[in-house]
Structure formats: structure tokens, C-alpha cells
């Protein structure tokens, strides 16, 4: 956290190092914003105070520069100053800002520009509620708020046939869908008897999309390889077949690592050497309609009475504490 001393410092030693700086000339800057930004980022301007509705406004979100859509601070930072100007007490991040000492008009202030484009902002004073002391007087016009979004991102696994993965993959909290469908073959398009023939190359799989504030791409590695025979090639029980093979058809390199990693974390529990795919994910085709949500809407059916049953009870009790509120009340 950033205190009074420390802004001093960096007014008078040297600014942190931004993580990125953005250079645009002042004719860019002109087509790009609306005068009064323009007046108040790129000319050292002042706001009239109560000017922006920005002051009264506590919604959960982040303030990011006008000009260069660089993180400035967190609502979570904001606070009622009644100065007329939005205030906060503490920036984003440590480097977002940059400090210079202002002797304009008389005064001795420390003006604050965003570190990565150089715009002005407000000024700060060491008059802020604790524990940072600090209140960064800002012009609403200089900053943007965004929205609190969370990025979702999608996970693509096969462990033998897809109306057990789906089952187990929709119970878990943070993952907001799961499709069953065909990946990593060679026919476009291929209907469910055709990857069953073997000859099309496709794996059954299942496509999930999470929230990985709310469950890791980590952790469902870990679900994935211990919900299913990692160590069978192409084969999962009584289903023998290319297309029930184990494989993990990664989105991108930092999902291509992770599997690695916990596949090897993996290893030593099991007797058998793990021989699941790790391969770059190139195209998915979602399974026939009945196909989806194929447990939920036949428990009763042969197979998922004496396979998915079983396997999804044995899955609950081990990951209860991961499961969607509605799966542990089932
Ligand atoms: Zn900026």
C-alpha cells in the first residue's frame, strides 16, 4: 500500500516503471478525445467540481485512463470526499501512477498522470481516510469505468464417453456449461454413428466453459484425470474404441503446461503408466441434440443406471465441497 512517504519519493526520486507506455502526439490525442477530455488529460485542465454524476457513483468496478484504457484505480479504493472531484485512496496498482510536484498557482501539490501515457489526472493529498492517508482528487472526465466482468474460458476434455464427462463437469461450482460433441478427427461435421465407427479420427469430448475465478483450469485437470482411466489407451471399461480415448485438447500454452504439470502430479497415485493425449485443441462439433444434457434427461436408461450412477456418486462424496449447491441437495 502507498503512503504519504512514499509519494513524495517518487515525486522527488523517480517514478515506478509502468508496465507498458504509450507515446501519441497531440494531434493524435485530439482525434481521439472529446475536448473536454482533451483540455483536462493532455492540457493539465480542471473539472468544475460536482461536474460528474462519477462522484456519488460506489458500484463494484475499476477506473481506467481515458486516454489509454490502462487500470487506474479500484471502486473498492473509492470514497465520499464531498470535494466535488471522485476520490480514492489507493491506485490499482503500485506503478499505474506517476507523481510530479506541482508549484502552480502559488501551491505546493503533487500532481498525478497516468504512468502510461502521461495524462493528467488530479493531485493527491496526504488528507485520506486510513490506513493509507492518501486521497487521489481526481477529474471524472479522465477516467473510464469498467464494468466488474469476469472472463470465461473453456476447458476441452475427452475421458471415454461423454455422457459420464458431461454428467460429472455440469455438477461442479464455477463451471457455467458443458456441451458433449467430437473433437481432434478428421471428417467435418461427423453425426454420433460415424465417430462411433472408429474410422472418423474424433474423440468424444466435452466442451466446458468456466469461470476460473471460481474453479481452476488446475482443478479440473485434476477432476478430469481422477473421474476416469487415464492409464487405458482408447478404451474406458466395457467402451473400446479410438474415440473413448483420454485426452486433453488444450485452449492455449499456459493450459498446455498445466496439464503437463498435473499430469505428472498425478502420476505417482496410480500403478499404470498415464497415457492421455496433450494436444493443441483445433475444432469442436457439438454432439446431436439428444446427445446434451444426456444423463439429466435419462437416468433411468441401461448405461447410465449401472456406469454414470455409480461413478457420479463416487465423484460427488470426493469432491463434495466443489459441487453447485443444487448437485449436493440431488
Ligand atoms: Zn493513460
Given at each position: 500500500?502507498?503512503?504519504?512517504?512514499?509519494?513524495?519519493?517518487?515525486?522527488?526520486?523517480?517514478?515506478?516503471?509502468?508496465?507498458?507506455?504509450?507515446?501519441?502526439?497531440?494531434?493524435?490525442?485530439?482525434?481521439?478525445?472529446?475536448?473536454?477530455?482533451?483540455?483536462?488529460?493532455?492540457?493539465?485542465?480542471?473539472?468544475?467540481?460536482?461536474?460528474?454524476?462519477?462522484?456519488?457513483?460506489?458500484?463494484?468496478?475499476?477506473?481506467?485512463?481515458?486516454?489509454?484504457?490502462?487500470?487506474?484505480?479500484?471502486?473498492?479504493?473509492?470514497?465520499?470526499?464531498?470535494?466535488?472531484?471522485?476520490?480514492?485512496?489507493?491506485?490499482?496498482?503500485?506503478?499505474?501512477?506517476?507523481?510530479?510536484?506541482?508549484?502552480?498557482?502559488?501551491?505546493?501539490?503533487?500532481?498525478?498522470?497516468?504512468?502510461?501515457?502521461?495524462?493528467?489526472?488530479?493531485?493527491?493529498?496526504?488528507?485520506?481516510?486510513?490506513?493509507?492517508?492518501?486521497?487521489?482528487?481526481?477529474?471524472?472526465?479522465?477516467?473510464?469505468?469498467?464494468?466488474?466482468?469476469?472472463t470465461l474460458e473453456k476447458a476441452t476434455?475427452?475421458?471415454?464417453?461423454?455422457?459420464?464427462?458431461?454428467?460429472?463437469?455440469?455438477?461442479?461450482?464455477?463451471?457455467?456449461?458443458?456441451?458433449?460433441?467430437?473433437?481432434?478427427?478428421?471428417?467435418?461435421?461427423?453425426?454420433?454413428?460415424?465417430?462411433?465407427?472408429?474410422?472418423?479420427?474424433?474423440?468424444?469430448?466435452?466442451?466446458?466453459?468456466f469461470?476460473p475465478?471460481?474453479i481452476s483450469y488446475a482443478d479440473l485437470l485434476?477432476?478430469?484425470?481422477?473421474?476416469?482411466?487415464?492409464?487405458?489407451?482408447?478404451?474406458?471399461?466395457?467402451?473400446?474404441?479410438?474415440?473413448?480415448?483420454?485426452?486433453i485438447l488444450t485452449h492455449n500454452d499456459m493450459q498446455r503446461a498445466e496439464a503437463l504439470k498435473i499430469i505428472?502430479?498425478?502420476?505417482?497415485?496410480?500403478?499404470?503408466?498415464?497415457?492421455?493425449?496433450v494436444k493443441p485443441f483445433?475444432?469442436?462439433?457439438?454432439?446431436?441434440?439428444?446427445?446434451?444434457?444426456?444423463?439429466?434427461?435419462?437416468?433411468?436408461?441401461?448405461?447410465?443406471?449401472?456406469?454414470?450412477?455409480?461413478?457420479?456418486?463416487?465423484?460427488?462424496?470426493?469432491?463434495?465441497?466443489?459441487?453447485?449447491?443444487?448437485?449436493?441437495?440431488?
Amino acid at each position: 500500500m502507498l503512503r504519504w512517504i512514499d509519494v513524495i519519493r517518487f515525486a522527488n526520486q523517480g517514478n515506478p516503471k509502468p508496465d507498458k507506455v504509450v507515446e501519441k502526439s497531440e494531434a493524435e490525442w485530439k482525434a481521439q478525445l472529446t475536448p473536454e477530455q482533451f483540455y483536462v488529460t493532455r492540457q493539465k485542465g480542471t473539472e468544475r467540481a460536482f461536474s460528474s454524476e462519477m462522484c456519488s457513483r460506489f458500484e463494484p468496478g475499476q477506473y481506467a485512463c481515458v486516454c489509454c484504457d490502462t487500470l487506474l484505480f479500484d471502486s473498492d479504493e473509492k470514497f465520499e470526499s464531498g470535494t466535488g472531484w471522485p476520490s480514492f485512496t489507493q491506485p490499482a496498482k503500485e506503478n499505474a501512477i506517476a507523481y510530479h510536484i506541482d508549484n502552480a498557482y502559488g501551491m505546493k501539490r503533487v500532481e498525478t498522470v497516468c504512468n502510461t501515457c502521461g495524462a493528467h489526472l488530479g493531485h493527491v493529498f496526504p488528507d485520506g481516510p486510513a490506513p493509507s492517508g492518501l486521497r487521489y482528487c481526481m477529474n471524472a472526465v479522465a477516467l473510464q469505468k469498467v464494468e466488474a466482468t469476469t472472463t470465461l474460458e473453456k476447458a476441452t476434455f475427452g475421458g471415454g464417453c461423454f455422457w459420464c464427462t458431461e454428467a460429472i463437469f455440469q455438477d461442479l461450482e464455477g463451471v457455467t456449461s458443458v456441451v458433449s460433441g467430437y473433437s481432434d478427427g478428421q471428417l467435418p461435421n461427423p453425426t454420433y454413428k460415424e465417430v462411433c465407427s472408429g474410422r472418423t479420427g474424433h474423440a468424444e469430448v466435452v466442451q466446458i466453459t468456466f469461470d476460473p475465478e471460481k474453479i481452476s483450469y488446475a482443478d479440473l485437470l485434476r477432476i478430469h484425470l481422477t473421474t476416469h482411466d487415464p492409464t487405458t489407451l482408447n478404451r474406458q471399461g466395457a467402451d473400446v474404441g479410438t474415440q473413448y480415448r483420454s485426452t486433453i485438447l488444450t485452449h492455449n500454452d499456459m493450459q498446455r503446461a498445466e496439464a503437463l504439470k498435473i499430469i505428472e502430479e498425478i502420476q505417482p497415485n496410480l500403478e499404470e503408466k498415464i497415457v492421455t493425449d496433450v494436444k493443441p485443441f483445433e475444432v469442436f462439433y457439438p454432439a446431436e441434440a439428444y446427445h446434451q444434457n444426456y444423463y439429466r434427461n435419462n437416468p433411468g436408461q441401461g448405461y447410465c443406471a449401472a456406469v454414470i450412477s455409480p461413478k457420479l456418486a463416487k465423484f460427488r462424496k470426493l469432491y463434495q465441497s466443489r459441487l453447485k449447491k443444487a448437485s449436493v441437495a440431488e
